[in-house]
């Protein structure tokens, strides 16, 4: 399986840093045999036909998004476009914005297809295998999903207890030298 994870835009007078949620996300993925690319609109910039060109030469079967407050339009923007081009392609969002509103982001969002609940390194892990395996998406903990006309909200996640068993996160997907060109702070 092929997963693209994509940052939205965000301006960069709000002093953005490389992703290190979506590189975490990343090299949970990796170590779990799944092929990633990670597109950071943040220093690339944004356009359908350059989504549609990444999305028809990389074919990922999921492609996730982070989301605060500040940038869920533009995530869902994004969402509505990558449905544009791939009715079929699973879209699911994590971030603190749709951890809190789960269901009402799903109510309110028919383009979105998943809702990762919390930490997501594990998560979306289960996820992608269920996926993979064409099994029931209920038996994935800490998400929120469509059933027909309900929204389905499965068991909490368990809590990351010790971080030093994750993965390393994936930097070697991130531009580095845009973000250093742009002066960028590296929490990374």
């Known amino acids: 399986m092929r997963v693209l994870l994509i940052n939205p835009f965000y301006p960069i007078s709000e002093t953005p840093s490389p992703p290190l949620g979506l590189s975490y996300l990343a090299g949970a993925l990796s170590a779990a045999g799944v092929e990633v690319k990670i597109l950071d609109l943040v220093v690339f910039p944004y356009s359908r036909a350059g989504l549609q060109t990444l999305i028809e030469t990389f074919k990922p079967g999921v492609v996730g998004l982070t989301a605060v407050t500040m940038t869920f339009n533009a995530a869902m923007a994004v969402v509505k476009d990558i449905k544009g081009i791939d009715p079929d392609l ?95 702070k590296f929490l990374i």
Do not use: K, Q
């Open 90 to 184: 699973l879209t699911v969002m994590g971030g603190p914005h749709v951890s809190f509103c789960a269901r009402e982001t799903l109510a309110d969002c028919p383009d979105l297809d998943i809702v990762a609940i919390g930490e997501g390194e594990r998560t979306v892990v289960d996820l992608c295998r269920t996926v993979d395996s064409g099994l029931d998406l209920a038996d994935v903990r800490g998400i929120a999903y469509r059933r027909g006309a309900d929204i389905i909200r499965t068991d909490p996640a368990e809590p990351i207890e010790n971080l030093d068993d994750l993965p390393l996160p994936d930097r070697g997907l991130l531009p580095l030298g845009r973000y250093r060109a742009l002066n960028m």
